[in-house]
């Protein structure tokens, strides 16, 4: 069935899908709170771009309104890739913002951020593929907030290990990237993307920096199977990655893939069992999970049962 929508899709014509009801546990509280309302003047203000909002993010009232994070995107609101489950704009970006490193490193500063998200857009475009942007934004946030742990949450980078060296290179804490669905579903799914690519990318990361925790996430309900899940968290393992994201995805509009199934909490909470038993360090599994969702808690967590140094310290945690 799948195969059969991107084929339409190919053909230039759009597509309009039905929408499903959503079942109780999706229901989300909003949240204008003050903190919401600064996150927002702040982005505003620095002109700077988040996927909490051109992702349209069911967490977005949690996270600004009650912890005061975001995902900070960068490298425009443009994405040279047209993914069948991503409300990201799509076309040709405008060059790049050489100052934009600094804007979000004054706002991560602002924030007083412990952890920060920086993800971005597929910038197929540009030689290095956006990776000397995303190093320079993580170093400018070591300088203006030394104690601020950072996630850079990547595209696949099309392969290019010169690209993957650059970012990591930068020393993130984290390093992640989504494979989003199963190998099956894959080409019906992402566009311009291949499950292998994905998983290169994240093998390649960690072999350049063996100090970086590697982190990936899937959505649940595009058709997947839970032997296709298993399958795909074999693959994860296999190739060094340490943290493991579980969530449902949600069409975020009418010309969207449609959801073929809500996974319901208790067999997220199986799943997540599923993948502590294969081996993970840390799996976040639950309807509204997200990439980024609650990363700094996650990342501290992991490191209080990881690293030696904080499992026998969690004050320094």
Not at 77 to 103: A, Q
Not at 105 to 134: E, Y
Not at 173 to 193: D, G, Q
Not at 207 to 229: A, F, R, V, Y
Request: net charge neutral; glycine share 6%; aromatic share 6%.
């Amino acid at each position: 069935m799948l195969q059969d929508q991107e084929s339409e899709q190919n053909d230039g014509r759009d597509i309009v899908y039905p929408v499903n009801r959503k079942p109780e546990w999706l229901k989300i509280k909003l949240n204008t709170n003050t903190n919401f309302k600064d996150l927002k003047k702040i982005m505003r203000s620095e002109n700077l771009h988040t996927v909490c909002e051109e992702a349209r993010c069911p967490n977005i009232h949690e996270c600004w309104g009650e912890h005061r994070t975001a995902t900070f995107m960068i490298l425009g609101d443009t994405c040279t890739r047209r993914c069948r489950f991503c409300s990201v704009k799509t076309g040709l970006p405008r060059g790049i913002d050489l100052g934009e490193p600094d804007r979000v490193a004054q706002s991560v500063a602002d924030m007083q951020l412990r952890h920060v998200v920086i993800t971005m857009v597929n910038r197929d475009d540009l030689k290095d593929n956006g990776a000397g942007i995303v190093a320079a934004t993580v170093r400018r946030i070591r300088v203006r907030s030394p104690e601020t742990t950072v996630e850079i949450l990547s595209s696949d980078m099309m392969g290019h290990v010169d690209s993957i060296r650059t970012a990591c290179e930068s020393r993130p804490e984290v390093m992640s990237h989504n494979i989003e669905t199963v190998k099956r579903l894959t080409p019906s799914v992402r566009s311009r993307s291949t499950y292998e690519r994905s998983l290169f990318f994240l093998r390649t990361a960690k072999e350049i920096d063996p100090e970086t925790t590697t982190k990936s996430s899937i959505m649940l309900g595009l058709g997947e199977t839970t032997d296709e899940l298993k399958e795909a968290m074999d693959d994860l393992l296999a190739n060094n990655v340490s943290i493991l994201n579980l969530g449902q995805y949600l069409q975020p509009t009418r010309n969207h893939l449609p959801v073929q199934r809500y996974w319901t909490p208790e067999e997220f909470a199986g799943l997540r069992d599923i993948a502590m038993e294969k081996g993970f360090e840390h799996c976040h599994s639950g309807p509204l999970v997200r990439s980024s969702y609650q990363a700094g808690e996650q990342y501290r967590n992991y490191r209080k049962n990881v690293h030696p140094l904080y499992r026998d310290n969690p004050e320094l945690v």
